[in-house]
C-alpha cells in the first residue's frame, strides 16, 4: 500500500533509487577532454622542466647567469625536450579551444548562474572553481603565449607587461602548479562525495539518488 501511495504522489519508497539530469552532453564532453589535455600538459610540461630546472626574472636567463630558483631537479633532458615542447604546445591549444566552448555555452545556459548554486557545492568551493576558470587558466594561458617567439613578434605587449620572457615562464610555472593542487583536491572533494557516482554521472549524465 505504501508503495502504491509512494507512487501516485511521487515519492520514492525507502531505499527506493532514481536518477536525475545532472550534467549536459557538451559539459560532460568539454570536461573529459579537458581531463585528457591537463594530464598531457602537466607530462609534456614536466619533460620541458627538465630540461632547465631553473627560474629567472626579466628578459633572459642562462646556466652562467643568476637566477631567481633553482629546483631540485636534475638537467635530466637538456636538449631532448622537442616532443615535450610540441605535446605541450597541442595539448594547449586543445585545452584553450575546448576552455572557451565551455565558458560560452556556460555563458549562455546560464550554467555559472543557476546550475552551480544548484550544485550542491558551498560558496567557497563555487568562488574557487570560478577563480580557477576566470582568473587562474587565463593567466596560465597568457603567460605561456608571452613565452612564444611567434606571438611575441605579432604583439610583443603580451610578454612586456610581465618584463620579459624569463618572467612569464616563472609565473607560467607557479600558475600551473596552482592549478595541479587545484586538479588533485577536485578529486579528493569527488571521492569523499562519491567517486563512482560522480564520474558515472559525468559520463552518463545522470546522478543516482537513494532515499534512506
Given at each position: 500500500?505504501?508503495?502504491?501511495?509512494?507512487?501516485?504522489?511521487?515519492?520514492?519508497?525507502?531505499?527506493?533509487?532514481?536518477?536525475?539530469?545532472?550534467?549536459?552532453?557538451?559539459?560532460?564532453?568539454?570536461?573529459?577532454?579537458?581531463?585528457v589535455s591537463f594530464v598531457a600538459l602537466v607530462i609534456s610540461g614536466i619533460a620541458i622542466l627538465l630540461a632547465h630546472p631553473r627560474l629567472y626574472w626579466g628578459e633572459t636567463g642562462s646556466l652562467g647567469g643568476p637566477s631567481l630558483l633553482d629546483l631540485p631537479l636534475p638537467f635530466v633532458f637538456a636538449g631532448q625536450s622537442g616532443w615535450g615542447r610540441a605535446l605541450h604546445f597541442q595539448s594547449a591549444w586543445a585545452c584553450v579551444l575546448n576552455g572557451c566552448i565551455y565558458v560560452?555555452?556556460?555563458?549562455?545556459?546560464?550554467?555559472?548562474?543557476?546550475?552551480?548554486?544548484?550544485?550542491?557545492?558551498?560558496?567557497?568551493?563555487?568562488?574557487?572553481?570560478?577563480?580557477?576558470?576566470?582568473?587562474?587558466?587565463?593567466?596560465?594561458?597568457?603567460?605561456?603565449?608571452?613565452?612564444?617567439?611567434?606571438?611575441?613578434?605579432?604583439?610583443?605587449?603580451?610578454?612586456?607587461?610581465?618584463?620579459?620572457?624569463?618572467?612569464?615562464?616563472?609565473?607560467?610555472?607557479?600558475?600551473?602548479?596552482?592549478?595541479?593542487?587545484?586538479?588533485?583536491?577536485h578529486l579528493i572533494l569527488v571521492w569523499r562525495a562519491g567517486f563512482l557516482s560522480h564520474v558515472r554521472a559525468m559520463i552518463t549524465g545522470q546522478m543516482r539518488t537513494e532515499r534512506a
Open positions: 500500500m505504501a508503495n502504491a501511495v509512494s507512487a501516485v504522489s511521487g515519492a520514492l519508497p525507502a531505499g527506493a533509487s532514481a536518477e536525475h539530469a545532472r550534467h549536459c552532453a557538451l559539459v560532460r564532453v568539454t570536461h573529459w577532454i579537458n581531463t560560452v555555452s556556460g555563458a549562455f545556459s546560464g550554467h555559472f548562474r543557476g546550475r552551480m548554486a544548484e550544485s550542491g557545492y558551498n560558496a567557497a568551493q563555487r568562488a574557487t572553481y570560478l577563480a580557477v576558470i576566470f582568473l587562474l587558466f587565463p593567466l596560465i594561458v597568457w603567460t605561456g603565449l608571452a613565452m612564444s617567439p611567434a606571438v611575441v613578434s605579432v604583439v610583443p605587449e603580451i610578454v612586456t607587461i610581465f618584463g620579459g620572457q624569463q618572467t612569464a615562464r616563472t609565473l607560467h610555472f607557479f600558475a600551473a602548479n596552482v592549478a595541479v593542487l587545484f586538479f588533485f583536491v
